[in-house]
């Protein structure tokens, strides 16, 4: 089970994939940009935006992001990718969201592209990707 939450590195134990004498580890890695100082009022639309890519060589899946919003909007709507995500598979509690609750929804993270230039061998990895939108009135 993979567990997003705040600033987590999140891994599962490395299983090699071989192809030649090149290596891989399956694992994840969530990072956060840091946010930007902005003057908020009462009634003010609030987006906390979550972008979690995943380097490894397989999908993370059962992701579950838990997070403390402060400030803490009211009414939020949750999206995954764009596509909302109903309120019974979220809990929104004294601004405490986790994502998901119970087994009706589930997160995966998709593994990485990897390509090799034939020419030249050398290998590019671009992070598979999933963002999470949360809104809501300050």
């Known amino acids: 089970t993979w567990k997003v939450v ?9 299983t090699p994939v071989l192809k030649d004498t090149k290596m891989a580890e ?4 969530l990072k956060f940009g840091q946010p ?4 908020l009022s009462d009634g003010d639309l609030l987006t906390y935006t979550f972008t979690i890519t995943n380097t490894g060589n397989s999908p993370a ?5 838990t997070d ?5 909007p009211s009414g ?11 309120a019974t598979d979220y809990t ?24 090799e230039n034939p020419d030249t061998g ?3 990895v671009v992070p598979g990707t999933l963002v999470i939108t949360v809104e809501g009135t300050l």
Not at 8 to 14: N, R, S
């Open 6 to 14: 705040d600033e987590a590195i999140v891994w599962e134990p490395t």
């Open 26 to 29: 399956i694992f994840a890695f």
């Open 76 to 86: 939020i709507t949750v999206a995954v990718n764009g596509a909302t995500v109903p």
């Open 36 to 39: 930007s100082a902005i003057r």
């Open 68 to 72: 403390a919003f402060n400030p803490a």
């Open 92 to 115: 929104y509690e004294g601004g405490l969201l986790t994502l998901p609750t119970g087994p009706s929804y589930e997160i995966t993270v998709p593994a990485a592209t990897v390509t």
């Open 122 to 124: 050398e290998i590019t």
């Open 61 to 65: 899946t059962d992701v579950v992001l």
